[in-house]
């Protein structure tokens, strides 16, 4: 069974619903035979690659809410984050472009490590003190080689804006046509869509359902035809 997750490192509630769902994954008996695959969805694709800005001031422009409002929204998010195990700073994180970033995941999908990066920048944009968007390329690259990617093949995608650029775009193109407007969003066979940072329950179930309802194969000629197999190629006889 196939999952696909589309989400973006700066929403926070991609971060907490990758752990609900994970916790969900772990206790799910076909967890071995179940693929996880992370899609591009930017919260905020046109905002330039230089603008960085504080969470606190992006939300009150945003959303025309308080400082105050806007705080308390952080202390909530941290507080559901630290429910699931994660750290979770609630002052002082700013906020920029993540389009480099899904770049990478695409680079870091083709060598089996995507999960491995996106945990280490969720970690970095939510956890650590230092800025995942103010310190430039080399702490994308510090990142991406603590998840198992070579440090050259990082530096050679982030310094050509085209690499896979078409892929990312594709990613948000089929969001949309699959009816997602906000992330996280979780895709299960293409079947079944699950939208938010559920509980890890409603995950589970989700889980469930999609597996017991996998189609059996089903063979449209029963007739018996020449073929080859482990013991090898019939061969027709005059």
Not at 23 to 31: E, G, I
Not at 196 to 225: H, I, K, M, N, Y
Request: contains cysteine.
């Amino acid at each position: 069974m196939k999952v696909e997750i589309w989400s973006d490192i700066a929403c926070p509630w991609c971060y907490v619903g990758k752990a609900r769902f994970e916790k969900a994954l772990d206790a799910f008996p076909h967890r071995d035979q179940v693929e996880v695959v992370h899609r591009s969805f930017e919260l905020d694709p046109g905002r330039a690659k230089g603008d960085i800005q504080p969470v606190i001031t992006m939300l009150t422009k945003k959303y025309g809410m308080s400082e105050a409002q806007a705080q308390a929204g952080e202390e909530n998010l941290g507080a559901q984050a630290a429910a699931e195990g994660l750290e979770y700073r609630t002052r002082g994180r700013d906020h920029g472009n993540t389009f480099d970033m899904h770049r990478l995941l695409h680079l870091a999908k083709e060598q089996g490590r995507q999960d491995e990066l996106i945990q280490s920048l969720y970690k970095a944009n939510f956890a650590e003190e230092r800025s995942l968007f103010s310190e430039g390329d080399e702490r994308l690259v510090d990142l991406a080689v603590a998840a198992g990617l070579d440090a050259d093949d990082v530096r050679r995608v982030l310094a050509d804006p085209t690499a896979y650029a078409d892929e990312v775009r594709a990613d948000e193109r089929e969001a949309a046509q699959l009816g997602a407007n906000g992330v996280p969003f979780f895709v299960l066979d293409r079947k079944y869509g699950v939208s938010g940072a559920q509980p890890a329950e409603v995950f589970a179930q989700a889980l469930t359902q999609a597996w017991g309802e996998r189609s059996p194969l089903q063979l449209l000629d029963q007739a018996d035809a020449e073929a080859c197999g482990p013991d090898g190629c019939a061969v027709p006889q005059q």
